[in-house]
């Protein structure tokens, strides 16, 4: 399964108010690992940057001179997330954005959803942790990803963050699944061999069982899952 983990920097909140991306970062993840693979661009938005999304990620109109502008590097945008999941945090506002600069340049395909499905992890988080901050810097804190490298918001380093945290998010209910699982195939084998001899503690069936070992890091994220089950 591929997977793109997105993030934007825009000049301000709202398309309503004539405001632009900045900014794109992409991480990709494949069957839930980081591959290294990334898409990374600053864009010239022509307009100025409010103050305050200034202070949140530091780039300045002056910085974005040289830079090119969305019609430029959409092809190439388009092409790195084609047909893969879009895993974003409050989705709303990045795929809001993202259809807004398609829809100015009167794109065929007007939607980013006409070119990837999207997963919203915020949605995803509101639902594991009800009644919690979760923004990405609660989530960080939440699932002990290191963001202590990060001093402002930046759409590849927050894509990068976001991807931990999404493994992480998800990592114990895909522990809890295999576990499960593995323990039904070695419940079915027993039965079958007490059946075979005709008598309980018989020979058990032979299984070809394919052992997955978990990773460190999944591990890790379903022992923060189990101790949030034990403190309910």
């Known amino acids: ?22 900014e794109i970062g992409c991480v990709e993840l494949v069957n839930r690992r980081i591959t290294g693979n990334h898409f990374h661009t600053y864009l010239n938005p022509d307009r100025d940057i ?81 009644g919690q901050r979760n923004s990405l ?6 699932y002990e990803v290191d963001a202590s490298s990060r001093e402002l918001h930046g759409a590849l380093i927050d894509a990068d963050l976001l991807a931990r945290v999404y493994l992480a998010m998800t990592g114990g209910q895909t522990a809890m699944t295999l576990e499960e699982a593995s323990g039904a195939a070695v419940a079915r084998g027993r039965d079958r061999g007490a059946s075979a001899n005709g008598r309980d503690g018989g020979r058990r069936a032979e299984l070809d069982l394919i052992v997955i070992e978990a990773t ?6 379903h022992d923060a899952f189990m101790e949030k089950i034990r403190a309910q």
Do not use: W, Y
Request: glycine residues 6%; negative net charge; hydrophobic residues 40%.
């Open 1 to 22: 399964m591929r997977q793109i983990v997105l993030d934007t920097e825009t000049t301000g909140l709202s398309t309503r108010e004539g405001h632009r991306i900045i």
């Open 216 to 221: 460190e890091e999944e591990r890790a994220a």
């Open 137 to 142: 810097d609660a989530l960080c804190k939440r």
């Open 50 to 130: 409010d103050e305050g999304a200034e202070r949140v990620h530091g780039i300045s109109r002056e910085d974005l001179e040289t830079a090119p502008r969305f019609p430029e590097i959409v092809d190439r945008l388009l092409d790195f997330v084609r047909d893969a999941e879009l895993v974003i945090h409050n989705a709303e506002f990045d795929v809001g954005f993202i259809d807004h600069e398609l829809g100015l340049m009167q794109h065929g395909r007007p939607q980013i959803a006409d070119h990837a499905s999207v997963l919203d992890t915020l949605m995803l988080a509101r639902k594991l942790h009800p």
